[in-house]
T-cell receptor
Framework: QKEVEQNSGPLSVPEGAIASLNCTYS??????FFWYRQYSGKSPELIMS????GDKEDGRFTAQLNKASQYVSLLIRDSQPSDSATYLC???????????FGTGTSLTVIP | KAGVTQTPRYLIKTRGQQVTLSCSPI?????VSWYQQTPGQGLQFLFE???????NKGNFPGRFSGRQFSNSRSEMNVSTLELGDSALYLC????????????FGPGTRLTVL
């Protein structure tokens, strides 16, 4: 059974702080990893993808992947109230090209 | 480039009825996936279509079916609706099957009374 797990939160951080979101997955045979942001009542939008171990930075966002420990994280620097949303972790396993999503972590950035 | 579009955006049906949802992928994208999102279960994969063929199927009953047309547009059908089918149904498109970046449409909110 392939699983993707996230802490549901809610996670609250003050404006300007670093928000750290974590995701673990159950199968070592994994191919690619994604973070999506979903505002209330809206559909998920892609923030970042990461394929190899290490860090990947895009503006205020940094994704970190550690395949040996089977976790992927998302850091949001200088958090803004507009970052308040649910963040979904998704894993695409090598076989079958099927995405598995975590249930999401709710983030609130307090002004 | 226009994004993924889904119609209708909202639907209200009663138990036992059937419903058809439509999805038009991003121009040039040939793979379409469908998901069901509920507060308790999160995003759950329904099925994926590429070149008019179902390539993957999630763990949903046979009441859920879909198809894809030659222009890559896709439809999803749910027959004999149950209360538990109330959810946000999301369509996502990607360039090719095996291409792993998916882009979501706005979703269809289905309410079953």
């Amino acid at each position: 059974q392939k699983e993707v797990e996230q802490n549901s939160g809610p996670l609250s951080v003050p404006e300007g702080a670093i928000a750290s979101l974590n995701c673990t997955y159950s199968d070592r045979v994994s191919q690619s990893f994604f973070w999506y942001r979903q505002y209330s009542g809206k559909s998920p939008e892609l923030i970042m993808s990461i394929y190899s171990n290490g860090d990947k930075e895009d503006g205020r966002f940094t994704a970190q992947l550690n395949k040996a420990s089977q976790y992927v994280s998302l850091l949001i620097r200088d958090s803004q109230p507009s970052d308040s949303a649910t963040y979904l972790c998704a894993v695409n396993w090598e076989t079958g090209n099927q995405f598995y999503f975590g249930t999401g972590t709710s983030l609130t950035v307090i002004p | 480039k226009a994004g993924v579009t889904q119609t209708p955006r909202y639907l209200i049906k009663t138990r036992g009825q059937q419903v058809t949802l439509s999805c038009s992928p991003i121009s040039g994208h040939r793979s379409v996936s469908w998901y069901q999102q509920t507060p308790g279960q999160g995003l759950q994969f329904l099925f994926e279509y590429f070149s008019e063929t179902q390539r993957n199927k999630g763990n949903f009953p046979g009441r859920f079916s879909g198809r894809q047309f030659s222009n890559s547009r896709s439809e999803m059908n749910v027959s004999t609706l149950e209360l538990g089918d109330s959810a946000l149904y999301l369509c996502a498109s990607s360039l090719e099957w095996g291409t792993d970046t998916q882009y979501f449409g706005p979703g269809t909110r289905l309410t079953v009374l």
